[in-house]
């Protein structure tokens, strides 16, 4: 076969591929969401004469041509599996034995900072007399040295302990370990947390039975299994149970009902996490049946989900806020805080990201 004949056959080879991508492509119905990234697809753009002037349509319609190729899942594991040969992580997530890990780096300060500045603004505000404390829930990142590149974890918390003077910092980074996560997903497991909870009641001074039966309730994939498209381990999202937590009424003030603590209608959700007090819900309040007149008011990510159910032993009453979700300002019209205890639970990710907290 000589030249010339070569280049036909290559070309028409490379249009036939090209035109049959092209033509599977347009007649594939649009997928509206991704599940394996847990994220809206763009869809076909509005042309228009203001999108075309502006340039917004050239722009999303690169967008909506990427989102909406096909087998793009496929590509994409491709891609990840062709990079993390060649890198050490793929979008600052790396692989170390089973786990998926998250490398938060490096410090930021002014985030550090401004969490602190609004956790104060709280404290004198509303509870300027009461016992406040304070908990860090660190990433899988922390317990790893392996190159992989780490924040300064002690700096960050002597910032905090420096900023906030009127707080009681209660320290359980050496309390966990790596394997108290899971792996596939950024939080830790609830059922390896009882002993985060006995550092706890010593530090706060309430009592709480850690005697649980462990329930497991549905197989779980976390986050990172979707945004690292790799083979990865299948889990089990387990929790921890016993009469208190069974017989606590907790009311969500976003759907104005009555429910109970662990939540299983969010096994089907895209993220069963959010089983443990229904995931990201901005006020809700736990009325449990034990009689000592102590109450407890959390300010709390996600960690604190998994985490404050545990909790139910040592208050007759819980209140649990997240501020991502309701304005600060608004919290007078709905929380009684005199003379109670005051908590605050937040993962490394938002205290080194605290925009989203207001």
């Not at 869809?43 to 087998?71: A, N, V």
């Not at 999202?237 to 939540?263: A, G, P, R």
């Not at 969010?266 to 959010?274: F, P, T």
């Amino acid at each position: 076969m000589n030249n010339k004949v070569k280049n036909i056959v290559v070309t028409i080879l490379f249009s036939t591929i090209l035109i049959s991508f092209l033509t599977i492509n347009i007649i594939t119905k649009d997928e509206k969401i991704s599940l394996s990234e847990r994220r809206k697809l763009q869809q076909f753009p509005e042309l228009t004469i203001k999108s075309l002037l502006k340039g917004t349509f050239f722009k999303e319609f690169d967008t909506y041509t990427t989102d909406q190729f096909i087998k793009r899942d496929e590509f994409r594991k491709i891609k990840v599996n062709l990079e993390l040969k060649f890198k050490k992580n793929y979008n600052n997530l790396y692989t170390y034995q089973d786990y998926i890990i998250e490398q938060t780096f490096p410090l930021n300060e002014k985030s550090v900072n401004n969490l602190t500045n609004k956790m104060n603004t709280l404290k004198n505000n509303y509870f300027k007399n009461n016992n406040t404390y304070y908990t860090i829930a660190p990433d899988k990142n922390y317990f790893i040295n392996n190159g992989n590149l780490r924040l300064d974890y002690t700096k960050l918390t002597n910032i905090m302990q420096n900023n906030l003077k009127d707080f009681k910092y209660i320290d359980i980074f050496n309390t966990l370990s790596l394997e108290d996560y899971y792996k596939t997903d950024t939080h830790w497991k609830q059922e390896n947390l009882p002993k985060v909870i006995d550092v706890l009641k010593k530090e706060m001074n309430f009592k709480a039975n850690t005697t649980y039966i462990e329930e497991p309730i549905t197989s779980f994939k976390g986050v990172y299994a979707k945004q690292l498209p790799i083979k990865t381990t299948t889990e089990t999202i387990k929790v921890l149970t016993n009469n208190t937590i069974k017989n606590s009424k907790t009311y969500n003030y976003e759907t104005k009902k009555e429910t109970t603590i662990y939540d299983l209608d969010k096994i089907k959700s895209q993220d069963k996490y959010d089983i443990y007090l229904s995931g990201a819900v901005s006020l809700i309040e736990i009325n449990t049946n034990i009689s000592n007149n102590k109450e407890l008011i959390v300010f709390r990510d996600s960690y604190g989900s998994s985490l404050i159910p545990l909790l139910a032993e040592g208050y007759s009453k819980i209140t649990v806020i997240d501020t991502r979700y309701i304005s600060p300002k608004l919290l007078k019209n709905y929380v009684d805080f005199e003379n109670k205890d005051i908590l605050f639970v937040y993962g490394i990710i938002s205290i080194n990201n605290s925009a989203s907290i207001r």
